[in-house]
């Protein structure tokens, strides 16, 4: 079984920045890719921005703004947000795509999620 923990979400004015973590762990064999979605009232959670071991995706309205990086070691993910927009406001939540302690199957996991609220 795997968890994911989150943290660093909070209320921030627009401009200002917010750095996310979320750390794995469980019966990890090794992870594919790590990456954090969001899902705002009324709407679809969507994919704000994902990492694999040789390639970095990010929505077109977080381009420029957010960066996702990871610490291998520690299987921990990271976004840091600046020029944040009233319109990031949203539960940001943290997934892994992984294979299994012995490699033979993958499976995904969802972290708690977190608020991230952007003042105007």
């Known amino acids: 079984q795997v968890q994911l923990v989150e943290s660093g979400g909070g209320v921030v004015q627009a401009g200002g920045s917010l750095r996310l973590s979320c750390a794995a762990s469980g019966n990890i064999f090794s992870i594919k890719a790590m990456g954090w979605y969001r899902q705002a009232p009324g709407n679809q959670r969507e994919l704000v921005a994902a990492i694999s071991h040789g390639s970095t995706d990010y929505a077109d309205s977080v381009k420029g703004r957010f960066t996702v990086s990871r610490d291998y070691a520690k299987n921990t993910v990271y976004l840091e947000m600046n020029s944040l927009k009233p319109e990031d406001t949203a539960v940001y939540y943290c997934?892994?795509?992984?294979?299994?302690?012995?490699?033979?199957?993958?499976?995904?996991?969802w972290g708690q999620g977190t608020q991230v609220t952007v003042s105007s």
């Open positions: 997934n892994v795509d992984y294979w299994n302690s012995g490699g033979y199957y993958s499976e995904v996991a």
